[in-house]
C-alpha cells in the first residue's frame, strides 16, 4: 500500500507554540482513494489538511506529497505542487470584489495564457459541473450559502486538480444543499479521479462518498477502516462519535482543575 | 485590453493630479523659464553683504533683472563675491554700481543695480567695480553711538 | 510595595520591546512588498482598479476639506496680517503654509482615515473569511495579488491628492481674502509668486507627500495583513491603521522638514 500511496504522514508532530496539536501521526492515503478525517471540533484535523498543503510545517516528521517532502520544500516548490492542488474551504473563502466568472476564472487566469474565449468557455463548463451555469454575472453576495460552496468547488477544480482537499465542506448548509454538494463531490472525484481528503465532522453523508475514514481525538488517530468497518465498529469511541450520542467515553465537560463549588465559593462554606 | 468605467475615473483623478501640479507651478511659484542661454553671469565685491542671500533678486529701478545665484568668500581679500545671474535682454554700463538695499524697514534684502554713463557695456563674467555693502544694524547703531558721543565731546567745544 | 513600584515599568519595557518586535515586522513585510512587485507594474490594472477606490474615492473629502482649510487660513491670515499692516501678503501666507505643511500632512491624515482604514478593513476581512488563504493554496501570493497592487495605488495617489489639495486651498484663500475681504486679487497671486520657490516649496511638499504615502499605505496593509482574523480583530486593527498612521505622519512630517528646509 504504502508504494503507491500519494500522501503518507510519518510520525507528523505539530503544536501552535506551547499547545500541541498533532502527536505522532501515521497515515498513508492512497492515489485515486476518498478519505475522510473525521474528529470533534479542535481535534486538529484542519491542521492535518494545512500540513498537506504547506500552509503550516510540523515540528518533527515527514509529510510526503506525491513523493515530495512538503516540510522540505521552497516557496517554489510548494506553489509548483499547489498548481496540481485543488482546496474547498469551509465556508467557500470566495473573493468577495470579484464576481462568479472571475471567481472560476482566477486560477485559470493565474496560472495559464489561454486566450480569454477558451477562459471563458473553461469557466462555464465547470460552472456547469456544478450545476450553476447562469449564475455568472453575480457577486458572492449575491448567492446563498450552498451556491457559493457549489461555486467555490467549480473554482478548486477549475484547474483539474490532482488532489482535492476538503475543509468541512458540509458546515452550516440546510439538508437539501447538504444532499446536492455530497453527491457532486462524489460524482467528481469519481469522473476527475483525483485522490480527496476530507476533513468533517458530518458522519452520515461523508460515509455515504468516501472510501476510508480516520477518526482523530486529541491530536491522535483513535480509530481507522472502511465505512462499513465503522459502522460495525466495537469500539465505544467510534460507536459514540458515528451515533452521535451525548455520553460515552467522550465527556461534555471540558476538564477544569477545580471544582465549580470552589468557583462560586461555596467551598469555603464547608470549611 | 478591456476598457471599464474604472480606468475612466483614475484617468480623470490622474489628470485632476497633473492639473493641479501644473497649477502650482505656473500660477503659484511662477515658474519663469530661467534657463542657462537666457542669462549671463556678472559679479560684484562687497565688504559686508549683511542678510543677503542665494536666489534673492537683483533690481534695477526697482525692476527685476535677474538673480543672485552664488554667494563665495574670496580668500585672498577676505571680500564677499558675490555672483548675479542677469536676464540676456538688459545690459549694464562698465561703471554701474551695486548696493545691497533692503525692502522696507524689516523686508529682505536684494541687489541695486545703477547705470553709469560708460558707452562700453559690461561683459558676461565681468566685474561690477563700484559696490557700497549692506546696511548692518548694529554697525549702524555703533556708529550712532560713537557719533552722539563725539558730538556730546564737542558741543563743548562748540563745534556740531 | 516594590512590585507596585516596578509594575508600571514592567508594562513600559513591554510595550517598547512590543514596538520594536512590530518595527521589525513592517521592515520585512516592507521588503516583502517590494520583491513581490513585478506582478503589480506588469499586470498595472490591478494598481489602476485599486487607485479607483483608494484615490478616487478619496477626492471628494479632499476638495471639501482643502477649500475649508484655505477658507480658515485665509481668515485667520488676514486678521494677523493686518495688525502688520501686511493683509497683502496674504497670498503668501496660505500658498506657503498649504505647500510646506498643511497641504501633505492633512491630505495625508484624511487619506489615513479614509482610503487607509478601508485598505485595512478590506484585507483583514480577506483574512478572516480565508480569502488569502485560499488564494495561497491556489499558489497565487496574496502579498503580490492583493498587498502590492494597494501599496502601490496608494504611493501613487497620495502626491496627486496633496497637490490637490493645495489647489484647493489657495482658492479657498483667494475666495475669502479676495471675494469677501475685497484684498486687491493681483497683489495675492504677486506675492504668492514672489515668494513660493518652485523647488524648495512645491516639489519638497510633493516628495514629503510621496513618504507620507508610502508610509500610511505600508501600515495600512500591514495592519489588514497582520490583523487577528475576526470580526473584533479587525475592528482593532483598523483602529491602529488611523492611530500608528497619524503619529507616523507627524513624526515623519518633523523629520523631512528638518531634511528639506
Redesign the interface.
Known amino acids: 500500500m504504502s508504494t503507491d500511496s500519494f500522501i503518507e504522514f510519518r510520525n507528523v508532530s505539530f503544536a501552535y507554540g506551547e499547545r500541541s496539536i498533532l502527536k505522532n501521526i501515521n497515515l498513508s492515503i492512497p492515489r485515486g482513494r476518498f478519505v475522510a478525517i473525521m474528529g470533534g471540533s479542535g481535534s486538529g484535523k484542519t491542521t492535518l489538511l494545512r500540513l498537506i498543503?504547506g500552509?503550516v510545517s510540523p515540528q518533527q516528521g515527514e509529510v510526503i506529497v506525491d513523493g515530495k517532502h512538503v516540510e522540505k520544500m521552497s516557496s517554489r516548490e510548494l506553489?509548483?505542487l499547489?498548481?496540481r492542488?485543488g482546496?474547498l474551504?469551509?465556508?467557500g473563502?470566495?473573493?468577495?470584489?470579484l464576481s462568479v466568472f472571475d471567481n472560476v476564472a482566477?486560477?485559470i487566469r493565474?496560472?495559464t495564457h489561454l486566450p480569454d474565449s477558451m477562459v471563458h468557455d473553461l469557466v462555464l463548463m465547470k460552472l456547469a459541473a456544478v450545476g450553476l451555469r447562469g449564475t455568472e454575472r453575480l457577486m458572492p453576495a449575491e448567492l446563498s450559502g450552498g451556491m457559493s460552496r457549489r461555486i467555490?468547488l467549480a473554482r478548486a477544480i477549475a484547474l483539474d486538480p490532482a488532489l482535492m482537499?476538503y475543509d468541512e465542506p458540509f458546515t452550516g448548509l440546510d439538508p437539501i444543499s447538504l444532499g446536492a454538494i455530497a453527491h457532486l463531490i462524489k460524482k467528481l472525484s469519481d469522473a476527475l479521479g483525483t485522490t480527496s481528503v476530507m476533513v468533517t465532522h458530518d458522519v452520515q453523508h461523508s460515509l455515504n462518498i468516501v472510501d476510508y475514514v480516520y477518526f482523530v481525538a486529541n491530536g491522535e488517530i483513535v480509530a481507522e477502516g472502511t465505512p462499513d468497518e465503522v459502522r460495525a465498529s466495537a469500539s465505544p469511541w467510534v460507536h459514540q462519535f458515528v451515533y452521535g450520542e451525548a455520553d460515552g467515553p467522550v465527556h461534555l465537560a471540558y476538564p477544569a482543575t477545580t471544582s465549580l463549588a470552589d468557583d462560586i465559593g461555596l467551598g469555603d462554606l464547608h470549611a | 485590453m478591456k476598457r471599464s468605467i474604472i480606468d475612466l475615473w483614475v484617468g480623470i483623478f490622474v489628470a485632476i493630479g497633473l492639473a493641479s501640479i501644473a497649477f502650482l507651478s505656473l500660477k503659484v511659484a511662477n515658474l519663469t523659464p530661467q534657463s542657462a542661454d537666457k542669462s549671463y553671469v556678472l559679479y560684484a565685491e562687497f565688504d559686508n553683504i549683511g542678510g543677503l542671500k542665494v536666489k534673492a533678486p537683483v533690481k534695477a529701478a526697482g525692476v527685476l533683472v535677474g538673480r543672485v545665484s552664488s554667494i563665495e568668500l574670496d580668500p585672498k581679500n577676505y571680500m564677499a563675491r558675490v555672483n548675479l545671474s542677469i536676464d540676456s535682454q538688459y545690459s549694464f554700463s562698465q561703471d554701474t554700481s551695486a548696493e545691497i538695499l533692503t525692502a522696507g524697514l524689516l523686508g529682505e534684502q536684494y541687489v541695486g543695480l545703477v547705470q553709469g554713463g560708460d558707452p562700453e557695456d559690461l561683459k558676461p563674467g565681468g566685474r561690477i567695480a563700484l559696490t557700497s555693502s549692506a546696511l548692518v544694524l548694529e554697525q549702524l547703531i555703533g556708529k550712532f553711538m560713537t557719533s552722539f558721543a563725539e558730538g556730546g565731546a564737542a558741543k563743548d567745544d562748540k563745534q556740531p | 510595595m516594590l512590585e507596585t513600584l516596578l509594575s508600571p515599568l514592567r508594562k513600559l519595557g513591554h510595550w517598547v520591546i512590543e514596538a520594536i518586535w512590530r518595527l521589525g515586522m513592517i521592515s520585512r513585510f516592507f521588503v516583502a512588498i517590494l520583491m513581490n512587485s513585478g506582478q503589480s507594474l506588469l499586470r498595472f490594472h490591478l494598481v489602476i482598479r485599486e487607485m479607483y477606490f483608494s484615490g478616487v474615492l478619496s477626492l471628494i473629502i479632499i476638495v471639501v476639506s482643502g477649500l475649508f482649510v484655505g477658507m480658515v487660513l485665509g481668515l485667520q491670515g488676514y486678521t494677523t496680517l493686518v495688525r502688520f499692516g501686511s493683509a497683502d501678503a496674504l497670498g503668501a501666507l496660505v500658498a506657503l503654509s498649504l505647500l510646506r505643511e498643511l497641504g501633505p500632512v492633512l491630505a495625508a491624515l484624511l487619506f489615513a482615515s479614509r482610503a487607509g482604514s478601508a485598505m485595512t478593513a478590506e484585507i483583514g476581512l480577506m483574512k478572516a473569511t480565508e480569502q488569502l488563504d485560499a488564494m495561497s493554496v491556489m499558489a497565487v501570493n496574496p502579498v503580490a495579488r492583493v498587498v502590492a497592487p494597494r501599496f502601490w495605488a496608494g504611493v501613487l495617489s497620495m502626491p496627486i491628492l496633496a497637490a490637490l489639495f493645495n489647489v484647493m486651498g489657495i482658492i479657498g484663500g483667494y475666495a475669502v481674502g479676495v471675494l469677501m475681504i475685497g484684498l486687491d486679487s493681483g497683489s495675492y497671486w504677486s506675492q504668492m509668486q514672489a515668494n513660493v520657490d518652485l523647488h524648495v516649496d512645491v516639489v519638497n511638499g510633493l516628495i514629503k507627500s510621496l513618504f507620507f504615502g508610502m508610509a500610511v499605505t505600508l501600515i495600512a496593509v500591514y495592519e489588514g495583513f497582520d490583523a487577528t482574523p475576526t470580526a473584533a480583530g479587525v475592528s482593532a486593527a483598523t483602529t491602529r491603521t488611523v492611530v500608528t498612521s497619524a503619529l507616523v505622519i507627524l513624526a515623519l512630517d518633523f523629520v523631512l522638514t528638518a531634511f528639506m528646509f
Open positions: 498543503s500552509q506553489f509548483e499547489r498548481r492542488m482546496m474551504f469551509q465556508f473563502a470566495l473573493f468577495t470584489d482566477f486560477p493565474e496560472h467555490a482537499l
